[in-house]
């Protein structure tokens, strides 16, 4: 079975602060995929990036950053000096032998001016 | 390039009345999902498509759901009839057949059943 545990479900910041979004999955696979999704207000869900099991490689966008920890199969995700636009809802998802994504319950992240 | 397109945005309806969800998949991708979204259970896989065949349905929720995928570039998800419980966000998304690939989603179609 797989299973992704977003525990985090609402944090609020002040703009210009760091946040982590944090991530745990469970899978039997040794090959799998792990993804991040915003869904901003107006609802749409948006691809933030994509990983493999392969490549446990930190990766940084701008102010998004990535870290992938296969020992404790984690994969959370900071956004640095966060403004009020990162407002939204953050999924992380998993993908396995199946072609399907099974999706977090999501953090609902609140930046505030 | 054209993304996801699904329609109806949004829909009203009363207990009992069906309903109709359409999405067009980006062309040229081979496999095509419904998502439904609700407050409780979150993103919940519904179905899938892989070229216009359903490979998994273990997620429809009960025979009043169904689906199709009569062509390449139209899918439909069906409830008949409908229930106050059905009242979600519907998403449709597509994807290409070459691994991994993320999904692309549509705007969603926002259900709301009286």
């Known amino acids: 079975a797989q299973k992704v545990t977003q525990a985090q479900t609402e944090i609020s910041v002040v703009e210009k602060e760091d946040v982590t979004l944090d991530c745990v999955y469970e899978t039997r696979d040794t090959t799998y995929y792990l993804f991040w999704y915003k869904q901003p207000p107006s609802g749409e869900l948006v691809f933030l990036i994509r990983r493999n099991s392969f490549d446990e490689q930190n990766e940084i966008s701008g102010r998004y950053s990535w870290n992938f920890q296969k020992s404790t199969s984690s994969f959370n995700f900071t956004i640095t000096a966060s403004q009020v636009v990162d407002s939204a809802v953050y999924f992380c998802?998993?993908?396995?032998?199946?072609?399907?994504?099974?999706f977090g319950k999501g953090t609902s992240l609140l930046v505030t001016p | 390039d054209a993304g996801v397109i699904q329609s109806p945005r949004h829909e009203v309806t009363e207990m009992g009345q069906e309903v109709t969800l359409r999405c067009k998949p980006i062309?040229?991708?081979?496999?095509l999902f419904w998502y439904r979204q609700t407050m409780m259970r979150g993103l919940e896989l519904l179905i899938y498509?892989?070229?216009?065949?359903?490979?998994?349905d273990s997620g429809m929720p009960e025979d009043r759901f169904s689906a199709k995928m009569p062509n390449a570039s139209f899918s439909t998800l069906k409830i008949q009839p409908s229930e106050p419980r059905d009242s979600a966000v519907y998403f449709c998304a597509s994807r290409p057949g070459l691994a991994p690939g993320e999904l692309f989603f549509g705007e969603g179609s926002r259900l709301t059943v009286l």
């Open positions: 498509f892989n070229n216009n065949v359903p490979i998994d």
């Open positions: 998802a998993l993908r396995n032998s199946g072609y399907a994504l099974n």
């Open positions: 062309s040229g991708h081979d496999y």
